[in-house]
Structures are given as C-alpha cells and as structure tokens.
C-alpha cells in the first residue's frame, strides 16, 4: 500500500501568541504541519529536532533576536526563512536580508498574503523562477528551464538546485539561486528592479531593495571582485544586467547575445494581498478586531 507522503512543514517563531495561533491557524488550514517556538533556543531546539521545510520568524524575540535564529539555522544547513517584523525600518529589513532570509513580511500583515508567500517560496525552492512565455523555450526566450546552464565559469542545474564556479559549489539561498538562473537565462539583457522583482519573486509589488541586497549577495558569491563587477553589471537608470565573457576556446554561451524579448505577463499569484489586515498591536491590547501584528 503506498503511503502519502508528509506534508510539508513550517516552523512559526513568534513570542506573541495571538501572532503564532492565527499564523499557525492559516498555514495549517492550507495543509502545512506546523511547529510552533516562542523564543530563539527554542526555535533552534525543534528544528533540531526536525528539520523544518520552511521557517517563519518574528524579527524581535527576547533575548536572541530573529537576526541569531537565523544565522543559527543556516550554520545547520540551508532553510527557506520568512522573517516577520513590526519595525518599518529598511534598515531592519535589509539586515534581515543580508544575513540569508528569502522574505519578509511587515507586521500588520494579512494571514492569506502570508500563506501565499510561504506557498511561493517553497514553489520556488522546488522549481526555480517562473520563465518568460511559454513553459518550453521558444525564439529568443533562452534555454529550457530544466536544462543546465554554463555561462563564464558557472554551473548552474536547475533541478537539482545546485550552482557552481569553476568547479566550486556555492552556497545561495533560494531567491539567490532563483535570481541567478534568470539572469543566466539572460545574458546580455538589461532589467529594471521591478522587472526582476516581478520574473523572480513574482510579486507585482514590493520593496525594490529586496532586489538591490540579493544582487550584492549574489555578487559576492560568483564575482572575483564584487566591488568591481564583470558579471552582473549595474546600467545607470535602467537595472542589472548578466554579461557573460569570451570562454577560452571561442564559444562565450550556451546561445548568442542579442536582443531578447521581455514577456512583461504578470508573475505568480503570490503577492496578492487578500482579506483583512491585522493590527493588534501587542502594546495596544488585544480584542476581537485585531488579529497579528506585533512589536515582537
């Protein structure tokens, strides 16, 4: 008799209880297991115990802070993390993605939109990016998605989610990973910010930073000097853009430069903001019209 397999499973790091038991309400009712922590060691303690499909963590726990959770569980090995925060700050937020989160969402937030972003980012971590056009490449549109991927030393297998420069592996996280192999998909083709947000985190809105920090992080794996760039150029007023240089031997890519098309169709569903959003500010009470959202 074959078994179903296990579902997957998201750990909920919030010392605000209302917070994880609405979180944890929603994730379950989309069919996640969900673990449950209130605090750093004991976050890291279930984890350790079972190793989570994805984490989603509250920026301001007591005592060790979000930013150490973090940094904790990626010394175990790599776990798609979602971070929560009430501080507006981008200061907060872009620290958050320096040190590896895949995402994050700003208290007061909505349930649906979180379940939604957890749901895109596990899509992605099994997946890759969503691909311009059609699902099989066509004119002008790139490689196969599910093909590997040799442009200017790197190595990049998209079903196995495995990148390498000259011969060494490299560490990314799934948006970093993601963000490389739609560039690679691309050479030569510059992209504005929004642009990249939309075909990589398939979100039609957001925090362009988001975008900015995961391409100084990518620089800084797969460049030999990330502060002087050849790979991912910066074009003044415009984005980014993948050059990819000569290989010894004559060929410099799987296919030639050249003007590319843009398919400018949405991406996925994941950012659509449903429902109510939350307030229920930990240092404003909580009663029946407030939901998550909290100073952590």
């Not at 507006?88 to 007061?108: C, F, H, N, Q, S």
């Given at each position: 008799?074959?078994?179903?397999?296990?579902p997957t499973r998201v750990l909920v790091v919030d010392d605000d209880p209302t917070v994880a038991e609405v979180?944890?309400?929603?994730?379950?009712?989309?069919?996640?297991a969900v673990d449950r922590a209130a605090d750093g060691p004991g976050a890291l303690a279930r984890a350790a115990?079972?190793?989570?499909?994805?984490?989603?963590?509250?920026?301001?726990?007591?005592?060790?802070?979000?930013?150490?959770?973090?940094?904790?569980?990626?010394?175990?090995?790599?776990?798609?993390?979602?971070?929560?925060?009430?501080?507006?700050?981008?200061?907060?937020?872009?620290?958050?993605?320096?040190?590896?989160?895949?995402?994050?969402?700003?208290?007061?937030?909505?349930?649906?939109?979180?379940?939604?972003?957890?749901?895109?980012?596990?899509?992605?971590?099994?997946?890759?990016?969503?691909?311009?056009?059609?699902?099989?490449?066509?004119?002008?549109?790139?490689?196969?998605?599910?093909?590997?991927?040799?442009?200017?030393?790197?190595?990049?297998?998209?079903?196995?989610?495995?990148?390498?420069?000259?011969?060494?592996?490299?560490?990314?996280?799934?948006?970093?990973?993601?963000?490389?192999?739609?560039?690679?998909?691309?050479?030569?083709?510059?992209?504005?910010?929004?642009?990249?947000?939309?075909?990589?985190?398939?979100?039609?809105?957001?925090?362009?930073?988001?975008?900015?920090?995961?391409?100084?992080?990518?620089?800084?794996?797969?460049?030999?000097?990330?502060?002087?760039?050849?790979?991912?150029?910066?074009?003044?007023?415009?984005?980014?853009?993948?050059?990819?240089?000569?290989?010894?031997?004559?060929?410099?890519?799987?296919?030639?430069?050249?003007?590319?098309?843009?398919?400018?169709?949405?991406?996925?569903?994941?950012?659509?903001?449903?429902?109510?959003?939350?307030?229920?500010?930990?240092?404003?009470?909580?009663?029946?019209?407030?939901?998550?959202?909290?100073?952590?």
């Amino acid at each position: 008799m074959q078994q179903n397999p296990s579902p997957t499973r998201v750990l909920v790091v919030d010392d605000d209880p209302t917070v994880a038991e609405v979180v944890a309400g929603y994730l379950g009712r989309a069919g996640f297991a969900v673990d449950r922590a209130a605090d750093g060691p004991g976050a890291l303690a279930r984890a350790a115990a079972r190793r989570p499909d994805l984490v989603v963590l509250d920026l301001m726990l007591p005592g060790m802070d979000g930013l150490e959770v973090c940094r904790a569980l990626r010394d175990k090995g790599p776990v798609p993390v979602i971070m929560l925060t009430a501080r507006g700050d981008e200061e907060d937020r872009i620290l958050g993605l320096e040190i590896g989160a895949d995402d994050y969402v700003t208290k007061p937030f909505s349930p649906r939109e979180l379940v939604l972003r957890v749901e895109s980012v596990l899509r992605r971590g099994r997946t890759g990016p969503r691909v311009p056009g059609s699902s099989g490449p066509g004119p002008g549109q790139g490689p196969d998605p599910g093909e590997v991927t040799h442009r200017a030393g790197i190595t990049l297998d998209p079903l196995a989610r495995r990148a390498a420069r000259d011969g060494r592996e490299l560490a990314l996280t799934v948006r970093e990973f993601d963000l490389l192999a739609f560039l690679l998909r691309h050479p030569g083709v510059a992209f504005t910010r929004e642009e990249l947000m939309r075909e990589v985190w398939g979100w039609d809105f957001g925090d362009l930073s988001t975008v900015t920090v995961h391409v100084r992080r990518l620089r800084g794996k797969v460049e030999d000097d990330p502060a002087a760039p050849r790979l991912i150029q910066t074009v003044w007023g415009i984005g980014y853009r993948f050059d990819a240089p000569p290989e010894a031997g004559g060929e410099a890519d799987d296919e030639p430069h050249g003007e590319r098309r843009r398919d400018e169709g949405r991406g996925d569903e994941g950012q659509r903001c449903e429902g109510q959003r939350y307030e229920g500010r930990a240092d404003q009470g909580r009663d029946e019209g407030r939901g998550p959202g909290s100073d952590g």
